[in-house]
């Protein structure tokens, strides 16, 4: 069975700083799509970033980077500049591309707290 | 048009009781997921429809767990016999379609509360 681990439970950045959010995860399928999901307290989760394991080009979304080594089976996140608004728990995500199986698999998080 | 949305928000429950939560998906799209958020844990699948047939349920803990959809657009998740340990977030997703590289949209959650 695939399984997600956030090794970093909370971190902390400055504003304006750089922070690196960690995520590996344990699979024997070759193909599957990854994500980093952003759950604001008290607030619905959205989708920060998603990766195809196929794409070797890491993804990007505006501040948002991640750093995807598909042989050490590692996704990290990482947050440029970060923002007040970043604050968050930031889960990784894991879907497999076969079947009719398109549940996600998460990690059980990483408390982002952003000081100002 | 609007995002997932779920209802109640927040519910409290004696054990023993039955409870129903509501969800509503995006208009138009086809695949719902139920998921369960324990408290400081990562969400964990439950179970998930595509239109009005229940495509996997092996995430449902016990057999007091039920969901159905029954027109392919409005999803209903209902516990009997309510236990303290049910006491989570249940949040519902969906996607357009039916493939598996389609995004998953959150609605809000229910908090469900079992005294």
């Known amino acids: 069975a695939q399984t997600v681990t956030q090794s970093q439970p909370e971190m902390s950045v400055q504003e304006a700083e750089t922070v690196t959010l960690s995520c590996t995860y344990d699979?024997?399928?070759?193909?599957?799509?990854l994500f980093w999901y952003k759950q604001p307290p008290s607030r619905q989760m959205i989708l920060v970033i998603r990766?195809?394991?196929?794409?070797?080009q890491n993804a990007t979304e505006n501040r948002f980077s991640v750093n995807f080594q598909k042989a050490a089976k590692s996704f990290s996140l990482k947050i440029s500049d970060s923002q007040l608004g970043d604050a968050a728990m930031y889960f990784c995500?894991?879907?497999?591309?076969?079947?009719?199986?398109?549940?996600?698999?998460f990690g059980k998080g990483t408390k982002l707290s952003v000081k100002p | 048009g609007a995002g997932v949305s779920q209802s109640p928000r927040y519910k409290v429950a004696k054990r023993g009781q039955d409870v129903a939560l509501r969800c509503d998906p995006i208009?138009?799209?086809?695949?719902l997921f139920w998921y369960q958020q324990a408290l400081g844990q990562g969400p964990e699948f439950l179970t998930y429809?595509?239109?009005?047939?229940?495509?996997?349920k092996s995430g449902l803990p016990s057999d007091r767990f039920f969901a159905e959809r029954p027109e392919g657009s409005v999803s209903t998740l209902k516990i009997q016999r309510t236990q303290q340990e049910d006491s989570a977030v249940y949040l519902c997703?969906?996607?357009?379609?039916?493939?598996?590289?389609?995004?998953?949209?959150f609605g809000p959650g229910t908090r469900l509360l079992v005294l």
């Open positions: 995500a894991y879907k497999g591309y076969g079947g009719s199986q398109g549940n996600l698999i």
């Open positions: 990766q195809e394991a196929y794409k070797q």
């Open positions: 997703a969906s996607s357009l379609g039916q493939g598996n590289q389609e995004t998953q949209y």
């Open positions: 429809f595509q239109n009005e047939a229940q495509l996997d």
């Open positions: 699979t024997s399928e070759s193909d599957y799509y």
């Open positions: 208009s138009g799209h086809v695949s």
